[in-house]
T-cell receptor, first 114, second 120 residues
Framework: DAGVTQSPTHLIKTRGQHVTLRCSPI?????VSWYQQVLGQGPQFIFQ???????GRGNFPDRFSARQFPNYSSELNVNALLLGDSALYLC?????????????FGPGTRLTVT | AQTVTQSQPEMSVQEAETVTLSCTYD???????LFWYKQPPSRQMILVIR??????QNATENRFSVNFQKAAKSFSLKISDSQLGDTAMYFC?????????????????FGTGTRLQVTL
């Protein structure tokens, strides 16, 4: 079975632009989480979706938004990009939302803002 | 809010030797989960081991084991018989119990990581 997939792998954008990152969870997984990993730091929680509903949001500005589709795939959108948004964006899926269920991570999307 | 601290930015170990990575955390919760994740240069975050706080027995997974000291809020990872493939960033992470019934996110709170280099 395929693992969590993310697209694109790499992305270069200019300040002020908008970006959309995509994530496809493992087949059958209904929960998707997004994390931002700045170079040299641990991942920071951005959003969690379960059954197409937002279940949690981290300490990120409103420029960050996300959604989950009926097939459980997800998009992360970032508006008005800043240099500080440069990071590795990780998507994780789990069968069900909950601490008992392992979160499986994708390979990430490397976003560079110039 | 929970915080996770990894005080060793980098560590090195020779192949076949044993190494211990340190992690401390701060929380007012009594029930929670702790994890060690491995992130090799390929960037894919891989779960190494998990520990439920209500379990007194330390978790083990093959060459990986933890020393969980709940009162001290310490959660160290021991890697035995180190292999070249163990070279990676290792992150300690915390999660509060959560699920559909609680209405809260099951989010991971990560430390800053320890870069482990296994040498010949």
């Amino acid at each position: 079975d395929a693992g969590v997939t993310q697209s694109p792998t790499h992305l270069i954008k200019t300040r002020g632009q908008h970006v959309t990152l995509r994530c496809s969870p493992i087949s059958g997984h209904k929960s998707v989480s997004w994390y931002q990993q700045v170079l040299g730091q641990g991942p920071q929680f951005i959003f969690q979706y379960y059954e197409k509903e937002e279940r949690g949001r981290g300490n990120f500005p409103d420029r960050f938004s996300a959604r989950q589709f009926p097939n459980y795939s997800s998009e992360l959108n970032v508006n008005a990009l800043l240099l500080g948004d440069s990071a590795l964006y990780l998507c994780a899926s789990s069968l069900v939302q909950g601490a008992r269920y392992e979160q499986y991570f994708g390979p990430g999307t490397r976003l560079t803002v110039t | 809010a929970q915080t996770v601290t990894q005080s060793q930015p980098e560590m090195s170990v020779q192949e076949a030797e044993t190494v211990t990575l340190s992690c401390t955390y701060d929380t007012s919760e009594n029930n929670y989960y702790l994890f060690w994740y491995k992130q090799p240069p390929s960037r894919q975050m891989i779960l190494v081991i998990r520990q439920e706080a209500y379990k007194q027995q330390n978790a083990t997974e093959n060459r990986f084991s933890v020393n969980f000291q709940k009162a001290a809020k310490s959660f160290s990872l021991k890697i035995s018989d180190s292999q070249l493939g163990d070279t990676a960033m290792y992150f300690c992470a915390f999660m509060k119990p959560a699920g559909p019934l609680t209405g809260t996110a099951s989010k991971l709170t990560f430390g800053t990581g320890t870069r482990l280099q296994v040498t010949l």
